[in-house]
């Protein structure tokens, strides 16, 4: 059976963002994340992101080349960099068709 983590491309990066206590937003620091989100698109490293609409805090998606380059992305967030915003980082394999759902389909 062929370890499916040995293919990089069935793996991405989870970025969960949760507010810190006694921080918010202003719209300064919501455009220079939209701008780094834009930057990340362009870059081809964003797959996917967006707010929770039933708990505060929301993901991003991203493809990078292992786990040190996803966190170097993650802490390069103007959340993240201003402290208004933490994050906790997942490395996360896809099942799929495409690798035989983990090679257990």
Known sequence: MENSTENQSFVKY???LSMNPGRS???ELIRSHVAYLRELQSM????M???FVDVPGGMLI????DLEEAKALAE???FVKSGTE????RAWEISCEANNHLGMG
């Open 44 to 47: 081809g490293k964003l797959v």
């Open 49 to 51: 992101c967006g707010p």
């Open 14 to 16: 989870v970025i969960l």
């Open 62 to 65: 991203i493809q990078a080349a």
């Open 25 to 27: 937003f202003n719209e």
């Open 76 to 78: 390069r967030d103007p």
């Open 86 to 89: 933490n994050y906790e980082l």
